[in-house]
Nanobody, 123 residues
């Protein structure tokens, strides 16, 4: 069984930066595609960014491309968020697929999910 624990969220102002972390345990995710998703109050969960199983392909939502950077070191996943905007306010989730997955945006491809970390950006 895989456990994913997110951290690094907080309350920041417009233009600030945050770095989210997702620490994995239970079994290695070294050959697994992973991603970040977010859900704002009253809205559906949205894709943010993903990395494929061997760190060769990165995918970003249009709304965050150029501002957010996803990275993975060993089994752990990170999301560097720069130039934050109020519309980035959401609960951010880390997710992992099965072995050898692609950097896809569909949540249905991801089998494991964390509990989320809250990011709030004030204007």
């Amino acid at each position: 069984q895989v456990q994913l624990v997110e951290s690094g969220g907080g309350l920041v102002q417009t233009g600030d930066s945050l770095r989210l972390s997702c620490l994995a345990s239970g079994r290695t995710l070294r050959w697994t595609a992973m991603g970040w998703f977010r859900q704002a109050p009253g809205k559906e969960r949205d894709f943010v960014a993903a990395v494929n199983w061997n760190n060769s392909t990165f995918t970003y939502a249009d709304s965050v491309r150029g501002r957010f950077t996803i990275s993975r070191v060993s089994d752990n996943l990170y999301l560097q968020m720069d130039s934050l905007k109020p519309e980035d306010t959401a609960l951010y989730f880390c997710a992992a697929q099965g072995p050898y997955g692609g950097a896809v945006s569909e949540g249905s491809h991801y089998h494991y999910w964390g509990q989320g970390t809250q990011v709030t950006v004030s204007s």
